[in-house]
């Protein structure tokens, strides 16, 4: 199947700083990703979809300007966490999907806000 | 509301034997029916899915499911479990109209040697 990657797997940082998470399709074009987050033992919870060169439509309780996703290109998709705190904490997934219902995963960053 | 439920949060089965990991939707319409598994600190991995066609449906690494639309399930199911199958199991549906992806909350499936 289709390769998405996301960098970093793993960061730590220090509460207020902002961190940037890549996600890429590696062998495909994907018309629209995805951004989940999972909480420990849970299931994802998507947080916003994005459609390349448009602005990301975001989940009900969701904060667009503490995640700020941008999706510049077919290929490319990242997600910001602005002034991070230790709430922010969470294994985060991107997605992407290359045609009507293929929909391949990343293999996850773990960020821990300290 | 459109939903996927998984009513086990674990399920233990001996090495050998078989396994069924149960999954059932609500979901208008003909829905798009997926398996992904997730090993721990990993994302997902894609197992199989249903689309239109056969009932029965295989994946990857010996894995099936039936789809079943009078009773709105999807179970998961592989003739002989293996050690290496432990993880955890996410089942998801789409109906044909619709642009997310709905998961339900996961089944952690623990095969003993």
């Known amino acids: 199947g289709a390769v998405v990657s996301q960098h970093p797997s793993r960061v730590i940082c220090k509460s207020g700083t902002s961190v940037k998470i890549e996600c890429r399709s590696l062998?495909?074009?994907?018309?629209?990703m995805f951004w989940y987050r999972q909480f420990p033992k849970q299931s994802l919870m998507l947080m916003a979809t994005s459609n390349e060169g448009s602005k990301a439509t975001y989940e009900q309780g969701v904060e667009k300007d503490k995640f700020l996703i941008n999706h510049a290109s077919l290929t490319l998709s990242t997600l910001t966490v602005a002034s991070a705190h230790p709430e922010d904490s969470s294994f985060y997934i991107c997605?992407?999907?290359?045609?009507?219902?293929?929909?391949?995963f990343g293999p996850g960053t773990r960020l821990t806000v300290l | 509301a459109q939903s996927v439920a998984q009513p086990e949060d674990q399920v233990n089965v001996a090495e050998g034997n078989p396994l069924t990991v149960k999954c059932t939707y609500s979901v208008s319409g003909n829905p798009y029916l997926f398996w992904y598994v997730q090993y721990p600190n990993r994302g997902l991995q894609f197992l199989l899915k249903y689309i239109t066609g056969d009932n029965l449906v295989k994946g990857s690494y010996g894995f099936e499911a039936e789809f079943n639309k009078s009773q709105t399930s999807f179970h998961l199911k592989k003739p002989s479990a293996l050690v290496s199958d432990s993880a955890l199991y996410f089942c998801a549906a789409r109906d044909t109209g619709g642009f997310k992806t709905i998961f339900g909350a996961g089944t952690r499936l623990f095969v003993k040697a």
């Open positions: 997605s992407a999907r290359e045609r009507e219902y293929e929909q391949f």
């Open positions: 062998d495909f074009q994907a018309t629209t």
